[in-house]
């Protein structure tokens, strides 16, 4: 086989993957659960469902513990953010089509690592930079709390585009009749690698904003399923429509400023 055939064979087995990247088997083996008592074969007990491996406490439990508090109880938090970044719009696909257990809890893994972050700040500190001044009180505590809710103002600013998304794309060929409720996830999603990219680029504002909007196309493309320039079309309006609506909200906060003052 040459590279070029090797190449090709690689890229197979990554699309492959990509389109499909867990199997589940069922244990046929016979348990007696631990908890319960009840005698089954499977991977979990059918009366209390405890799973089949849980057994005496060991030194993995202890590490289980542990990891818990911190949300990864399983390697499925780290295994969805590599699913994010290697197929983001096939394990948005799954998860708002019903494969719920393929991913991680994005909202919970939303604040999982926003903790995270915050924790890594504490012990690394970075230098603050100066709060956004708009004149306008009462924005500019809202402004500060965003700043310091990253996670939130990134959901947020992600959120603008539920919206325009439905309008776009509920027609799309790959995922017909996508709802209002699948965008809020779709969102939550976006908002996890944008969150992601401005944490371990903290210096390149720019950088991360590129990164997420190349990340905004292929996650439409895979999940919507149109070609390469009517995801890029339906995009651009999505992005132009969020954009409007963001200042229209400023400037109707601006106007009843001055009306009121
Ligand atoms: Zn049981």
């Known amino acids: 086989m040459n590279i070029k055939q090797r190449i090709a064979s690689r890229w197979h087995s990554f699309r492959a993957w990509q389109e499909q990247p867990i199997t589940y088997r069922r244990d046929e083996h016979k348990h007696v659960c631990h908890n319960c008592g009840h005698t089954f074969r499977g991977n979990y007990c059918p009366v209390c469902s405890q799973s089949a491996r849980q057994g005496r406490v060991g030194w993995l439990t202890t590490w289980q513990g542990i990891a818990q508090l911190w949300g990864f109880e399983s390697r499925s938090a780290v295994y969805t953010i590599w699913q994010l970044l290697l197929r983001p719009g096939y394990l948005v696909r799954d998860y708002i089509s019903g494969k719920r257990q393929v991913s991680y809890p994005p909202v919970k893994l939303l604040f999982i690592m926003a903790a995270i972050v915050a924790l890594a700040e504490y012990f690394f500190p970075r230098p603050a930079e100066a709060p956004v001044q708009t004149g306008i009180e009462y924005l500019n505590h809202a402004l500060e709390w965003l700043d310091n809710h990253k996670n939130v103002s990134e959901l947020l600013s992600c959120c603008v585009f539920i919206l325009p998304t439905w309008l776009f794309f509920r027609k799309a060929p790959l995922y017909t009749h996508h709802t209002i409720p699948e965008g809020f996830y779709l969102q939550v999603y976006l908002a996890i690698l944008s969150y992601i990219f401005y944490s371990i680029l903290p210096g ?55 009306i009121l003052r």
């Open 204 to 258: 390149l504002k720019g950088l991360a904003l590129a990164l997420s909007l190349v990340y905004f196309y292929i996650t439409y493309k895979q999940l919507f399923g149109y070609g390469y320039w009517g995801t890029f079309w339906r995009s651009l309006l999505c992005i132009t429509f969020s954009f409007a609506f963001v200042i229209f909200i400023t400037v109707v906060i601006i106007v009843s400023e001055v």
